[in-house]
């Protein structure tokens, strides 16, 4: 080859790949390589007359060492992504690009076999104008098929100043502009924030409501029947339930409060006496081992508490028809017991003894979506000191199948369940405490789910809330930064 061009990449990069496209949109070809030994990708842009640009560099992770790259446009928004299989870590990494020949952060994907992997290639396989992502291995006869859906991409993150120890949001429309607005209990100062939206995924300036002693869980919904949303905020240490009925312009009355079980910490809102009056229930973190019902007058004010036995401390709790029999029942997460308590519910505001379930240790949260498709609830639970997730599959008339248990990032506190890339299939979401990342599972829709995908999420997530915000039609995360007062 006559007029060879040398290209010198860093300082023991120990080149394993190369693929060649137009990473920057100037209808020039760019370079990208794997750089095994220094543990990160190179994309050097063309100028288009055998002159190149330096080397920029994406990590790729410590010890990964990147063996092999390939190129496509993966979620389909017109910019070439690159994908490169890590030798040291065993996964898959994928970097969306932006169009200007920079990349988002790498978004890891499990590999399913224990070996090495060695190439990568990509194709649409099955016709669907999907790319498919093929993964072979050292020592083994088998390849690894990642079906690719409209993920998008949660990389990009936007910060909100909050008090100290912020600790759950909730979604509502407070001022009744048709845009989602924002509540966040923060349990440092006792109160709750609300930030307004503009529809974009931008919000106004915070105000601030006053409840009681350490607020945890918050939920919306509207308790005097006057279309207005309202909302109901768990206070810990005050053994209350707190209520701000909201005015329709973004303000609120002062708090109303009711006693709840010894310290409440998750609420949940639903009609549990078929009366077409929002009813509240509470999880109690404490030694009695149960829930608390408070059945709404219509009014903004609820009757007495009625608790029911759980068998183990609760952190969390979910309600759903999961018997089909058009009353909502309880879901419980018991902290002590690794399982889930069931309380099937009469529809006049009362509920049988409890079924239990098992599930990984130390359940923190719980969640209830159709994740199969078959028209009956199943239940998704983060089970805290295994860093995992169970799915319990539903059969309709209020049992459940054995779970099946898939991969979390570090000490996920929270689960939610929704359709993220808008494909008619349920997903799933945790956040993840100790390594500040949510985990994102894929649903297959027939109960199974995808290895997870992690992004950074900021320091110490405490919740995670899935909405709309800036009305494009495809979910947005939200959590609070416990130790980052945002």
Partial sequence: MKNEITFTPSAGAHLRSVAISDFNNDSLLDIVVANYGSNNIGVILGYGDGIFGNERIFSTGLNSHPYSVAINDFNRDGQVDIAVINRGTKDLGIFLGKGNGTFESQANYSTSFNFAPLTVGVGDFDSDERSEIVVAYDNTDHLDVFVIYDTGDFSHRTTYSTDPRPACIAFGDFNNDTRLDIVVSTTYYDNVIVYLGYGNGSFANRTTHLVGNDPYSVGVGDFNNDARSDIVVT??????????????????????????????????????????????????????????????????????????????????????????????????????????????????????????????????????????????????????????????????????????????????????????????????????????????????????????????????????????????????IVSPNENGRS
């Fill in 235 to 476: 206070n810990y240490l005050d053994n209350t339930v707190s209520v701000l009925l909201g005015y329709g312009n973004g303000s609120f009355a002062r708090q109303k409060t009711f006693s709840a079980g010894f310290k409440p910490f998750s609420v949940v809102i639903g009609d549990f006496n078929n009366d077409s009056r929002l009813d509240i229930v509470v999880a109690n973190y404490d030694r009695s081992n149960s829930v608390s019902v408070l059945l709404g007058y219509g009014n903004g004010s609820f009757a007495n508490q009625t608790n029911y036995s759980t068998g183990a401390r609760s952190f969390s709790v979910a309600v759903g028809d999961v018997n089909n029999d058009s009353r909502l029942d309880i879901v419980v997460a018991n902290f002590d017991s690794k399982s889930i308590s069931l309380l099937l519910g009469y529809g006049n505001g009362s509920f049988a003894r409890q079924l239990k379930y098992s599930t990984g240790t130390t359940p923190i949260c719980v969640a209830v979506g159709d994740v199969n498709n078959d028209s009956r609830l199943d239940i998704v639970v983060a089970n805290r000191d295994d860093n995992t997730t169970s799915v319990l599959l539903g059969y309709g008339n209020g049992s459940f199948a054995n779970q099946m248990i898939y991969s979390t990032g570090n000490l996920p506190l929270n689960v939610a369940v929704s359709d993220l890339n808008n494909d008619t299939r349920l997903d799933i979401v945790t956040n993840n405490y100790r390594e500040n990342t949510v985990s994102v599972l894929l649903g297959y829709g027939n109960g199974f789910f995808a290895n997870q995908t992690t992004y950074s999420i900021g320091t110490t997530p405490a919740y995670v809330a899935l909405g709309d915000l800036n009305n494009d039609g495809q979910l947005d």
